[in-house]
């Protein structure tokens, strides 16, 4: 088991991440949870945006997802993780697919899955 893994089986239900640290060469950056805008997947890495800066961490979206609170962060598309709170409205893009637009203007991809996922949150 990759520990990753074995720290999401450690940690009690209730406990979710409010902090995430990514190391940049020799300095280590602290990002509190709440400022994280979304998460994209690239590859085996996550790129962390939060206030307009993007931090590379050798980690993958799966396992981050599960170690984020579920009611304030929602896996909206395969690559991305959204903070609920910056999302501001939810267009129509194309045929079937949507946009999820941030409060700073980004715009991200939603899927018909992720679609439902917002759906089902956002009608609670």
């Given at each position: 088991m990759p520990p990753t893994d074995l720290a999401?089986?450690?940690r009690p239900p209730s406990q979710y991440l409010d902090r995430i640290a990514v190391r940049d060469?020799?300095?280590v950056f602290i990002i509190p949870v709440a400022k994280l805008d979304y998460v994209e997947?690239?590859?085996d890495y996550v790129a962390l945006t939060t206030e307009g800066k993007k931090h590379l961490k050798q980690?993958?979206?799966s396992s981050l997802?599960?170690?984020l609170d579920p009611?304030?962060?929602l896996r909206i598309h395969r690559s991305y993780i959204v903070?609920?709170?910056r999302v501001v409205k939810v267009e129509p893009y194309a045929k079937d697919t949507h946009v999820a637009v941030l409060t700073n203007g980004t715009q991200l991809p939603v899927?018909?899955?992720g679609y439902a996922r917002l759906r089902a949150f956002l009608d609670r």
């Open positions: 999401a089986a450690a060469g020799t300095r997947a690239q590859d980690q993958t979206i997802e599960s170690a009611s304030r962060f903070n609920l709170e899927s018909r899955s």
